[in-house]
């Protein structure tokens, strides 16, 4: 029969928490979802120090020093293996991934006098590849762990592979890093998040995840300038006076210049996010390439700082003392022209996807007619990307996605998700990803998918892994991209709203919008979002607060970055 045994574990497990971050010297409050996650110049440059077994000590004692163990990957787990049995110690694998629990709800039972069990409420799982990912359920999860006698002491002789880490420590241990692939045309370079432990070998985790291909749920949407079957050898990269050194067997494009300027971008841009590299030397099959780093690809998409709005009679960009707007020359007076009701403006500024009066949604550019590309019912405010197609889809049929080119072309593009309805849809600046804000009975549901094309850009699918972001209870309104690897949402809460952002790949943070925010903007900067209520104001944070900087506004439009 299992029994519990939970407060002697938590007792213990107090104690070596306190020893833990009193040896390390790092701070002990927060969590996850607690703030926003460092940056990569942020983080602290320390390992979590953790002690080694003590004499006599009982099974419960060895596991939570085990758990705490293996908050330390210095030297590949060295001292988390002290508390394994030798035969067991070399066959554990803790770059299997890890589970992020909730540490109050840790429970332990004793199922045998060899056996004893954790129950585990996951907050989150990370992937062997870094990987990152929100859970998806609340159902605790059952981890057994089995103990022998060695030399008269207990060691533990099955555990699972990976590591068991609480919220707080995994945002110790862990350092977000940011890879970077690229889109079909090798024009921008798009992030993919990843997490890996310990500063001793972060560069060899980085190009080892690199070479085995982007995050499943972005594979649609991106290519790699490394061909398949490429290998890192010797199996490691070392450093050298701040240089990263990359041996790689059987490139089969040591002879194309092109490809190798490619590589080499794609590994420093990758490498970037590691303190002790400043360049990469990068060998293809013994020949090191040498030469300046011509080849470049945009890494930060930018766009006009100003807000897109429209009150009533004239569509353009507010000026910075919300006292004036500026009309866009070709576009402003056609779009005034359908009574729109919402507008998404392209990165040039020379077309835009306009939903008319009447709901229906136009394709309008500078010096042509506007033309109809969907009427049908109910439709949400529409997307448009860098190559100038008009993203739809009607609030009740959240699947139903019509695509629609500057050729007059539609295409119908089934979605991953299944869903009440849709409010929301955004297009990241590279179009390779898309988010959308989902209803659901319980509230709202924010998902990301990659976006796959034809050789000439033109969209074909949906990826169909979704990458499943935060949720927020109440009512789904807006969303929008902060930057290229983080999002944001608006929900209307009793009596205000909510923002949650989140990294693509990382973590969530939430705060409170204005009383009736109905639509986000949120693409001047990650900490300086805009909000449209339902006043007709349009607020911008201040301090702690929100601020009125424009009022009469009847949408508030977006605009992509190119």
């Not at 938590?10 to 927060?30: D, T, Y």
């Not at 400043?278 to 080849?295: H, I, Y």
């Not at 709202?444 to 972001?469: H, K």
């Not at 693409?523 to 301090?543: A, C, F, Q």
Request: aromatic share 6%; charged share 20%; with cysteine.
């Amino acid at each position: 029969m299992r029994r519990r045994v939970g407060g002697v574990l938590a007792a213990a497990a107090a104690l070596a928490a306190l020893l833990l971050a009193g040896c390390a010297s790092l701070p002990s409050s927060g969590g996850v979802n607690a703030g926003s996650p460092g940056t990569g110049d942020e983080a602290l440059e320390l390992d979590l120090q953790a002690p080694s077994p003590t004499e006599g000590a009982t099974q419960e004692e060895i596991l939570r020093g085990f758990i705490n163990a293996a908050t330390s990957p210095r030297s590949n787990y060295a001292v988390a293996r002290q508390y394994l049995a030798p035969e067991f110690a070399d066959q554990w694998q803790p770059g299997e991934g890890a589970t992020i629990d909730r540490f109050a709800d840790r429970d332990t039972l004793r199922v045998d006098d060899a056996h004893l069990q954790i129950d585990a409420v996951p907050a989150a799982e990370l992937a062997a590849n870094g990987q990152y990912q929100a859970a998806q359920s609340q159902a605790p999860i059952q981890l057994d762990y089995r103990f022998v006698k060695v030399g008269g002491e207990w060691r533990i002789s099955e555990a699972p592979a990976g590591v068991l880490m609480d919220e707080s420590n995994f945002s110790r241990v862990y350092r977000m890093h940011t890879l970077y692939y690229f889109d079909r045309d090798f024009r921008f370079a798009v992030p993919d998040v990843r997490w890996f432990a310990g500063r001793e070998s972060a560069q060899t985790s980085i190009v080892r995840a690199l070479l085995a291909g982007p995050a499943d749920w972005l594979d649609a949407g991106v290519v790699s300038a490394f061909p398949e079957g490429v290998r890192l050898d010797p199996d490691a990269v070392p450093i050298d006076g701040g240089v990263a050194d990359v041996s790689l067997e059987g490139a089969a494009a040591a002879d194309d210049e092109l490809a190798a300027q490619r590589m080499r971008f794609q590994l420093k841009e990758s490498l970037a996010s590691v303190p002790n590299v400043d360049d990469v030397q990068l060998s293809l099959d013994g020949t090191v390439q040498t030469g300046a780093l011509t080849f470049s690809a945009i890494t930060d998409p930018t766009a006009d700082a100003r807000a897109v709005v429209y009150d009533g009679t004239t569509f353009g960009r507010l000026a910075g003392n919300g006292e004036a707007i500026e009309p866009i020359a070709g576009i402003s007076d056609q779009v005034a022209g359908l009574l729109p009701t919402a507008a998404a403006l392209s990165p040039d500024a020379q077309s835009a996807a306009v939903r008319s009066g009447e709901g229906d949604v136009f394709l309008v550019r500078a010096e042509a007619q506007p033309v109809r590309v969907d009427d049908r019912d109910d439709l949400i405010a529409p997307a448009i990307d860098g190559s100038g197609y008009v993203w739809t889809v009607p609030a009740d049929a959240p699947r139903e996605i019509r695509v629609s080119g500057p050729d007059g072309t539609s295409v119908a593009i089934q979605a991953p998700w299944s869903a009440i309805g849709i409010a929301a849809l955004a297009l990241a600046p590279d179009g390779t990803r898309l988010i959308a804000l989902l209803d659901d009975a319980a509230g709202s549901r924010f998902v990301a998918v990659a976006v796959g094309r034809t050789a000439d850009g033109a969209p074909q699918a949906l990826g169909s892994v979704q990458l499943i972001l935060a949720g927020e209870a109440g009512e789904a309104a807006d969303v929008s991209w902060l930057d290229q690897t983080t999002v944001a949402s608006l929900t209307a809460t009793d009596g205000g709203s909510g923002i949650v952002s989140q990294v693509l790949g990382g973590l969530a943070t939430r705060r409170d919008g204005p009383v009736g925010g109905e639509q986000l903007d949120a693409g001047v900067s990650p900490r300086e979002y805009r909000v449209l209520t339902s006043d007709g104001d349009l607020e911008t944070v201040s301090g702690v607060g929100w601020q009125i900087r424009a009022s009469g506004i009847r949408f508030l439009g977006s605009q992509l970055a190119g």
